[in-house]
């Protein structure tokens, strides 16, 4: 788990501004949700017989002996809240949220213990055109924050029938090879041998490659809706590669997966990944619901805008007062409290823990504001303040006070 200092936090909120306005823009609400569950819910959403579960969560009994888990994903947390307050109950919803995740897995470049992760979700909605909205969502994203070293990669997995009839073709060919398996896939032949192919055993990946191919097995249903989703994506300009290796690591997916993948960060690794999950409610209870929806990571996403020569908006002061000699001080702060009435958003810093004049424009300079106010004694009986162009060349002027919020108005526009 790591801090993140001050140095970084402006490019992270300029970030996630953008993701919220463009999320947004596209109807989504915000959702806001526990950071714990009752372990179960991730038991019979995730599924136990996946990485998660069986080897990430951080699950511990509170004082009552109940099992409860620090979130290791969204989904089923924001799937548990609208059954548990009839959000769902005819009714279709576009939500979205965001927030730290907690899995213990190997720390890596851009994955932590405790990560960050922004989600949305759209439930009540069947068809391919919600599927296309949301990964061309996610495009638009790449394109607002200039980011090319990104790529998509779509899936199909079917329907629950497809994927029974598509794990007994696994079962019987990974059964044909199983003395060259290793442990973990051997433990999940009989259980979930789609993970079979989630392996990331080098030595497996021949394997692997060889196995039957999910598409090849797809229904009409399955078919046309795959079909109607890559028409739109065309239709919309986006461009992807179709992965038929792609499953995505949970058990509640069907039809729909979508990864957007970069080797902008080292080895390729996903940004952002979604899919489908058409039974997830009715597994936890609720009626048969569709919904689909994606996470992305937000440290990758920082790191690979960086990587992309992104730069975050300055969090700079616009404005540094200077208060030197008897009395300034206290019209400093009044005047700072002024000028904050008068301008929306302006950022303004008042010198703190006295020092020499020479001292306060040191840090007048540091604090990269655009304008140094210099309030002295004998701007304090004319009325007036010194008005200092801290990144120019421009000659220092007097400006009276009750001119100054016009003047500096013209200044940062």
Known sequence: MNDILPDVTGTWRYLESIVQEIVESYGYSEIRLPLMEHTELFKRSIGEVTDIV??????????NGESLTLRPEATAGLVR???TNGLFHNQKQKLWTSGPMFRYEKPQQGRYRQFYQFDVEAVGYSGPD???ELIIMSARMWQRLAISKISLQINSLGTPAVRERYRAELVEYF???????DEDSIRRLEQNPLRILDSKNPDMQAIVDAAPIMLDYLDEESA???AGLRALLEAAG????????LVRGLDYYSHTVFEWVTDALGSQGAVCSGGRYDGLVEKLGGRATPAIGWAMGIERLVALYEVSGGEAPTSDADVYIAAVGEGTLERAFSLAEELRDSITGIRIETNLGGGSFKSQMKRADKSGAAVALILGEQELADGCVGFKAMRSTEEQISVAFD???ETLKKKLN
């Not at 069986?54 to 004082?63: A, I, V």
């Not at 059964?175 to 398996?181: A, E, F, R």
């Open 54 to 63: 069986e080897k990430e969560m951080y699950t511990f009994p509170d004082r």
């Open 81 to 83: 809240a609208g059954m």
């Open 130 to 132: 919600v599927d296309a």
């Open 175 to 181: 059964s044909g090879v199983k003395n060259q398996l």
């Open 224 to 226: 046309a809706h795959f």
């Open 238 to 245: 986006v461009t992807y590669t179709v992965n038929p290796r």
């Open 403 to 405: 001119q100054l919020a």
